[in-house]
């Protein structure tokens, strides 16, 4: 018999319950034993689908209250000293205060779970002494065990990937850690084995990256340990996001089983099991089922891939289960209603991933025809999408062939445009200018729901993003910025608005994922071929433009953004769903250029967020996000300025390619790694427009014009202050009225004072 197991399920609930608990009970509207009893009923609720689903292997101890890495480091007690904690299991007040931050205490930092768009909280190692508080995942266990009869999989992140995530420590001081940690797990393994666990997942997701000689130490250590204490308990050492970085040392680790993802990481993993084999003695974890991904699995294609497998691995060694956890897709599809047919056929969300994930071992159990009207149901619904007409648009495939064949380029190279835009422009040196958007009120979002709700007519709707846009053009003159925007008032989010205007986009009405807390994110869906179908932004940007002399910059989302901010179809490869969306965005921009608009923003802030996993892929990658900027902004006249703008990441590894993107201006945030990007640029030289983000948008304070001078002096140390722009370090859209305004003065200010200091 073929088991069936699965490796988390998303705890956001079908009607994003999770996160309405969470936030009632940070806003003081639920006592803690009244969210303890809500938050145990949705955590029941998910581990009753799986058990009626027939998943032989359920995950436990996967849910949480807030982050599963952040669970892990209160479990052994790291807590950063900034917040009053004295032993003993941490209470909420404590683990929400590490996640949001107290009025004492500054939160930790929080940072992207790998290559997802999840974030998790990091644990910082500063001297605290790390005692085992609680044993979460045997509490986990218990409780499945006592209410629903399920015999659960307790899932624990293993201590090489926590450490690894860590922060607080010294290379050198890595290992201390690691002893200091090993026997506290162990800990957790015994009351584990004690309680008559049969099966614990440990986590190290780690290993698909870079794995040294010294980690494969590591591991024989962490694991001999582990088996010696526990010899009875299974463990199953999992691995997800990409294949494993040196394949044999890792399946010869003292473990009874070894989880391998055979969707991101299949190329690498399948080569890798073909020539090494696989050890007579372990169970092999088959990642089949994309946890990532929302599209229904071709099940034939994945039949065809176990049965290679079992002919490496026995049957009754194998089990079927998903890449990853499902924490990273929607809850069920059964609630959407408005898609099309043949999209709504083709998708499977984390319960439908679970029914899947039971097909399969049902028929590498029974045989195949015990499955053959299911099979059949997919053939057809496979079959619908590929043969749909949003997936054949034969004129986009041949348009997008052509032009992404040579490598685009602007007419004239950045020093030639530059005089010729310096001629036409004529601006002051170090322009000021803004990121786009300005601080969405209530009043404008109350404006935007009336309208979506039809309460309001189109022609009202539009009289009131058009006083927004005078306001505010009045407002940035008479503070004295040079280079103007709109303020992107007709925007919920930066790439909805695109999708809902593009072809070959759908959008969900429960698609929910968990981006980082309580914070959940519904990502368009990139089902068929990107078709631009009308202007999107000339409207507004060239009324904008009507009222002011001084020019506005027309305000678009960049192709790598759309993309890695999508979910996006997986039948053609990421790199030609970029050139779609780039040639798309490439009539966008001639539309505005031809509106007479002079300046373009195609902004970017996503683009180091695509980076794969593994080191020798990331090249590839960038040289196809920087052409598809390229194609996107190429076209244009040598006067018309092409701006960029990056922000979230840390981008002083990869200013070359930024630079490659050739952009006549980018911004670019640096409250988050201001002394990092400053070194690079000592390090390498950048040779076209360039504003470092003066002050963080992301706190209310206004910031001192004496802050602002510091930070352009030292940006000005290194980079040519003909070539410096001035901003503030990204949009402005979630600040107030008040102190934005406030915040434009001071720094127009700190421009006069460096214009009157380097001119002079
Ligand atoms: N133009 C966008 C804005 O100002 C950029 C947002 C971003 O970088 N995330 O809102
Ligand atoms: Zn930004």
Redesign the pocket.
């Known amino acids: 018999m073929v088991k069936s197991s699965n490796l988390g399920y998303p705890r956001i609930g079908e009607d994003r319950q999770w996160k309405k608990a969470l936030e009632a009970f940070w806003a003081g509207k639920i006592e803690e034993s009244e969210f303890h009893q809500q938050l145990q009923e949705i955590r029941l609720n998910h581990l009753r689908k799986q058990q009626e689903q027939g998943i032989d292997l359920i995950p436990v101890g996967d849910f949480s209250y807030y982050d599963q890495v952040l669970d892990t480091a209160v479990m052994f007690g790291i807590v950063p000293k900034r917040f009053s904690y004295d032993g003993g299991t941490v209470p909420l007040s404590v683990y929400y205060g590490i996640a949001r931050g107290t009025k004492e205490a500054t939160a930790s930092e929080m940072t992207k779970w790998f290559n997802t768009n999840y974030h998790y909280i990091v644990p910082e190692f500063d001297n605290t002494t790390p005692v085992l508080t609680e044993n979460k995942p045997l509490i986990a266990y218990r409780e499945a065990k006592e209410k629903l009869g399920i015999a659960g999989k307790p899932v624990i992140l293993g201590p090489l990937t926590f450490l690894k995530l860590s922060k607080g420590y010294t290379a050198a001081q890595f290992d201390t850690w690691l002893n200091i940690l090993i026997p506290l797990y162990v800990e957790v393994l015994e009351q584990l084995a004690a309680e008559g666990v049969q099966w614990v997942q440990i986590d190290e997701p780690s290993l698909v990256t870079k794995v040294s000689n010294e980690d494969i130490q590591r591991l024989n250590k962490i694991y001999s340990a582990f088996t010696a204490a526990v010899p009875n308990l299974n463990i199953l050492l999992q691995t997800y996001f990409e294949a494993v970085d040196h394949y044999e040392d890792i399946v010869r680790l003292p473990v009874q089983g070894i989880g391998l993802d055979f969707v991101h990481g299949l190329q690498g993993n399948l080569q890798a099991i073909q020539t090494l084999g696989f050890p007579t003695d372990k169970v092999l974890g088959a990642g089949v089922i994309d946890g990532r991904g929302i599209w229904k699995a071709d099940v034939r294609e994945k039949l065809a891939l176990l049965d290679v497998l079992a002919a490496i691995v026995p049957a009754d060694r194998l089990l079927v289960q998903s890449s990853c956890s499902l924490l990273h897709v929607p809850v069920t599809v059964k609630r959407e209603t408005k898609l099309q047919p043949e999209l709504l056929g083709a998708l499977a969300f984390a319960d439908e991933k679970l029914e899947e994930i039971q097909l399969l071992a049902k028929a590498l159990t029974d045989g195949k025809e015990s499955v053959s009207s299911e099979l059949e149901q997919c053939d057809a619904a496979i079959h619908a999408i590929k043969h749909s007409a949003a997936r054949n648009r034969s004129d986009i495939q041949q348009t997008v062939a052509a032009v992404s064949s040579d490598s685009p380029a602007r007419k004239q190279p950045f020093a030639q445009r530059n005089i010729a835009q310096a001629a036409k422009w004529n601006l002051p040196i170090f322009p000021t200018t ?4 300005f601080p969405q009120s209530a009043e404008v979002r109350k404006a935007r729901q009336l309208w979506r709700k039809g309460e309001w007519k189109e022609e009202q709707y539009a009289n009131f993003i058009r006083e927004q846009i005078d306001l505010w053009i009045k407002l940035q003159e008479e503070i004295g910025i040079d280079v103007l925007v709109h303020g ?1 008032f007709e925007r919920t989010d ?1 790439v909805e608005f695109f999708g809902e205007k593009l072809g070959g986009f759908a959008f969900t009405q429960h698609g929910w994922v968990q981006s980082y807390g309580s914070r959940c994110v519904k990502p368009p869906v990139i089902y068929g071929d990107v078709a631009f179908v009308a202007p999107m932004t000339v409207e507004e940007t060239k009324y904008a433009q009507s009222k002011t002399n001084r020019p506005v910059k027309g ?1 678009l ?1 960049g192709p790598i953004t759309i993309m890695n901010w999508s979910f996006v179809r997986d039948d053609i490869s990421r790199e030609q769903i970029a050139y779609q969306l780039a040639y798309a965005l490439r009539l966008e921009v001639e539309a505005l250029e031809q509106a007479g608009i002079g300046m373009i ?1 195609v ?1 970017e ?1 996503a683009v180091r967020e695509g980076l794969p996993l593994k080191a020798e892929d990331q090249a590839a990658y960038l040289a196809w996000a920087v052409k598809a900027f390229r194609l996107t902004t190429s076209t244009v006249q040598d006067t018309t300025q092409i701006h960029t ?4 990441c840390e981008f002083h590894d990869m200013i070359d390619s930024i630079e490659a993107m050739d952009a006549d201006v980018i911004s670019i945030e640096t409250s988050r790694s201001h002394g990092e990007l400053i070194h690079s640029f000592e390090q390498n030289t950048y040779e076209l427009g360039i504003g470092l983000g003066v002050y963080d948008i992301h706190s209310p304070r206004v910031p001192q014009v004496e802050e602002m001078t510091t930070m352009i002096d030292r940006a000005l140390r290194v980079l040519d202050p003909k070539l410096f722009w001035i901003n503030p370090d ?4 979630t600040r107030g009225y008040e102190e934005t305004v406030a915040s434009l003065r001071n720094m127009v200010e700190a421009t006069r004072i460096a214009r009157d200091k380097y001119t002079a």
């Open positions: 803004t990121i786009g958007s992107e930066m305000m989302t923003q902004d802030p703008h990056m922000c979230y990204c949009g402005l859209k």
